[in-house]
Structure formats: C-alpha cells, structure tokens
C-alpha cells in the first residue's frame, strides 16, 4: 500500500498539470484570433465609456495604449491589434 500512494499522487499532478497546461494553450489561442474591435471591447469600453476612435489623434492613442497595456495587463500583440484598429478609424 505504502508504494502505491506516491505512485497514485505522481500521476494526479502529472494529470493536473496537463489539464492547466491546455486551458492555458486554449486561452492564448482565443486571444491571438481575436480582433482589435473584440479586444478593444472587451478590454477597454467594459471599464469605461470609450470615446470614438475620432476623439484622439494617432499620437494620443498611441500614448494612451502605451498606458492602459500596464493598467488592463494586456500583452504587446493585444496592444498592437487596438492601437491598429483605433488608428485605422480615426481616419
């Protein structure tokens, strides 16, 4: 009995580990398919009422991006893809 417990909790770690490994590999995939408008939606007009893309220049977006990566913890490709579509609105 004494030799089948570690055996028993090796694999439940294992098994666990696997299973956090793959809701983290389906989450990151989710996030790299979306687009600039479902992550500006998701991550900027839920916190506040996001102005147009109109009512900031190409600079200011880009400086207030900059500042909202570390406020909302977004990664450099989730940035990128809301700077691209509040820019190519802006028009």
């Known amino acids: 009995m004494k030799r ?4 028993t909790l090796g694999f439940m770690l294992l098994s666990s580990g696997l299973l956090l490994y793959g809701c983290t590999t389906t989450q990151q995939t989710t996030a790299m398919e979306k687009t600039g408008v479902q992550l ?3 991550n900027c007009a839920r916190c506040h009422n996001a102005p147009p893309p109109s009512a900031f ?16 913890n977004l990664t450099e490709e ?10 190519a609105s802006n028009g």
């Open 78 to 87: 989730e940035v990128q893809k809301i700077k691209e579509f509040l820019m």
């Open 57 to 72: 220049s190409d600079a200011e977006w880009e400086a207030i991006t900059f500042h909202m990566r570390v406020r909302a």
């Open 40 to 42: 500006w939606g998701e």
């Open 4 to 7: 089948f417990i570690p055996y």
